[in-house]
Each structure stands twice: as C-alpha cells, then as structure tokens.
C-alpha cells in the first residue's frame, strides 16, 4: 500500500507544481514576457507528461492492490474509492486525504487554467483589432457613402469606421 501513497503524493505534489506554474504563467501574459512563458510553458508540458505516468502507475497499483484484497473487479478500471472499504480505517483516510488534495488541486488548476486562457483569448482579440483598424487605415477609402454616413472600410469580416 506504500506504493499507492507514494504515487498519489506524487501526484498531489506535481498538481501542486502546476499550479504554481500556471500562477507564473498568468503573471508571464499579463508583462508580455514571452521568454518567460515559453519556458513556463516547456516546464507545464513536462509536468503533464509526468502526471499521466503517474495516473498509469496509480491505475496499475489499484488494480494489484484490489487482486490482493479480493475487491470484485469488474471490466471497467477500479477506482480509488471502490478500493478504499477493504482497507483499515487508518489506511484508508490516508488515501481518502490524498486523493481529496488531488481533486481540489485539479479543480482549483481547471479554474485558473480557464482564466489564463480568457486572458490570451482577450490579448488575440485586441490584438486582432488592432491590426484590422490599421489596415483599414492604409487601405483605400470607399468612393461613396450615403449623405451623413460615415465611410467605412471592411476588413477582415469587421466593419470599421475609422473611429477606433
């Protein structure tokens, strides 16, 4: 059982490191230091790459851990809980402790993920803007408007009319 504690602490321990990361991601956008995030981003990728081998690792464990215990194992994997009523109380919280850090960890990585994205998301839109009003300003403007209409120039699928 030592074997499972080590991997879910492991685990616990690298959600922790990414959201320590995406923390330094978010700061990295919002000064525009792409060097930074280039690096930052490196540094997720590999943590990721571990987790899942943890996720296999822990996979595996439970399901030895539940031949050894005489759990029922169905065609589906066994999860962490369904093991947890076979084990002594104290084993057993150890566990239930770890894999609840996990969880709050993946919710908490999950919502600060959503915001890192609506931050790029929002820098690709201005971003965006402002590279259609400056080609709207160099491109040549309509020979014709209607009486009191400001003219306007389409760029991109955006209307604009030069009062940006």
């Keep these: 059982m030592a074997d ?3 991997i879910l602490s492991a685990q616990l321990e690298t959600c922790q490191l990414l959201l320590e990361l995406t923390a330094q991601e978010r700061l ?9 995030l280039e690096e930052i ?7 990721v790459a571990a987790l899942a081998v943890l996720e296999a690792r822990r996979a595996e464990a439970v399901h030895a851990w539940a031949g050894q215990l005489g759990a029922p194992q169905g065609a589906s994997p066994m999860a962490l809980t369904d093991l947890l009523p076979y084990l002594d109380a104290t084993t057993a919280a150890r ?27 929002t820098a690709l839109d201005r ?3 402002v590279r259609a009003f400056l080609i709207g ?8 408007t209607a009486a009191g209409k400001p003219a306007e ?5 955006l209307m ?3 009062k940006l």
Aim: proline share 2%; net charge negative.
């Design 95 to 121: 566990l239930r402790h770890l894999r609840d850090g996990i969880l709050a960890s993946v919710i908490e990585l999950q919502r600060q993920s959503q915001g890192v994205r609506l931050l790029v998301e």
């Design 41 to 47: 981003v490196a540094q997720k990728e590999a943590q």
């Design 160 to 162: 604009l009319d030069g």
């Design 28 to 36: 990295a956008i919002l000064a525009g230091n792409i060097q930074t």
């Design 127 to 129: 971003a965006q803007a």
């Design 137 to 144: 300003l160099a491109c040549e403007q309509p020979g014709y």
């Design 153 to 157: 120039a389409v760029v991109d699928g």
């Design 4 to 6: 499972l504690e080590e």
